[in-house]
Nanobody, 125 residues
Framework: QLQLVESGGALVQPGGSLRLSCATTGFVLDYYNFGWFRQAPGEERGGVSCLSSSGGGANYIDSVKGRFTISRDKAKKTVYLEMHSLTPEDTGVYYC??????????????????WGQGTQVTVSS
């Protein structure tokens, strides 16, 4: 049973930090690319960051470069998204997604076969 479960979302003030976790079940992390997507109220879901299984490294959308870091812990079978200097524009439901390994990762949703339930991040003063 392949499963992704996000956690770590919270209400934080602008400038704050959060670490989101994506706990995986049934995945060998080396065989999959992982992505973090978010959906703000009234907006379409879009990619934030992704991590290739090998060769392609990590990608970020421009608005989060230098602030967010995607990583994985193979022993814990968990993918993380560390977020710093959060702004209200970062508010949304954050989803973890996985696709079978490719050399590079991207943000085309149709490429991702597995999705978590999402975790809410709210950045507000």
């Amino acid at each position: 049973q392949l499963q992704l479960v996000e956690s770590g979302g919270a209400l934080v003030q602008p400038g704050g930090s959060l670490r989101l976790s994506c706990a995986t079940t049934g995945f060998v992390l080396d065989y999959y690319n992982f992505g973090w997507f978010r959906q703000a109220p009234g907006e379409e879901r879009g990619g934030v960051s992704c991590l290739s299984s090998s060769g392609g490294g990590a990608n970020y959308i421009d608005s989060v470069k230098g602030r967010f870091t995607i990583s994985r812990d193979k022993a814990k079978k968990t993918v993380y998204l560390e977020m710093h200097s959060l702004t209200p524009e970062d508010t949304g439901v954050y989803y973890c997604a996985a696709k079978y390994s490719g050399l590079y990762c991207g943000f085309f949703e149709a490429e991702y076969d597995y999705w978590g339930q999402g975790t809410q991040v709210t950045v507000s003063s």
